[in-house]
């Protein structure tokens, strides 16, 4: 197996609503990346978990939060967003973070909050 | 901080190769990565190059890189209109980042 899967594939939700977004992969891969992706842009980083622990935090906002229940689920709760976080939202994997091995994406969730 | 730019948009005829440009800024990668974004669609990673490498060839793909000026370049021979995307250059050094992407339109 060498994909990452993401669940939904779109979500729409109201600024009241929490959701959360799925990520999966059974490369065996020790790092987990969430990333934000609005139209023709770069994917912009957000979260880094390595061996299931969180490693980095990009100034995120506490409306989203970040969980790796083991080393192959990643997930991202939201609650109470805001319609300017409508993005794409992409997950990724690599065997190990810090700057080694090449990271597999996802084919990411369509959000948009209404 | 650390910068990668690329030019926003090419065009090219179906057939014709296709090169697309990337300057970076950290003197310290270790590895640079081409992707191809799809429409609606996530990140597929098409090739990448170690940097004490000067090219890379896999199949229609050519990489090369100038350490000195710190210039990546991705060739694509016999561009087919399959190969319209956007292509984001990604430098490793700690974390991936990401130039803007540059659209390849390929016109039949």
């Known amino acids: 197996d060498t994909e990452v899967t993401q669940t939904p594939k779109h979500l729409v939700m109201g600024m009241t609503n929490k959701k959360s977004l799925k990520c999966e992969q059974h490369m065996g891969h020790r790092a987990m990346y969430w990333y934000k992706q609005k139209a023709k842009k770069p994917p912009e980083l957000m979260f880094v978990?390595?061996?299931?622990?969180?490693?980095i935090n990009e100034s995120v906002p506490s409306r989203f939060s970040p969980e790796c229940p083991n080393s192959s689920l990643l997930n991202l709760h939201l609650h109470a967003l805001q319609p300017e976080d409508s993005a794409l939202y992409l997950c990724?994997?690599?065997?190990?973070?810090?700057?080694?091995?090449?990271?597999?994406f996802g084919p990411g969730t369509r959000l948009t909050v209404l | 901080g650390e910068d990668v730019e690329q030019s926003l948009f090419l065009s090219v005829r179906e057939g014709d190769s296709s090169v697309i440009n990337c300057t970076y800024t950290?003197?310290?990668?270790?590895?640079l990565y081409w992707y191809k974004q799809e429409p609606g669609a996530g990140l597929q990673l098409l090739t990448y190059i170690f940097s004490n490498m000067d090219m890379k060839q896999d199949q229609r793909l050519t990489v090369l890189l100038n350490k000195k000026d710190k210039h990546l370049s991705l060739r694509i021979a016999d561009t087919q209109t399959g190969d319209s995307a956007i292509y984001f250059c990604a430098d490793i050094g700690g974390k991936l980042i990401f130039g803007q992407g540059t659209t390849l339109q390929v016109k039949p």
């Open positions: 978990y390595s061996y299931e622990k969180l490693s």
């Open positions: 990724a994997s690599s065997q190990a973070s810090g700057g080694r091995g090449e990271q597999f």
């Open positions: 950290d003197s310290s990668s270790t590895y």
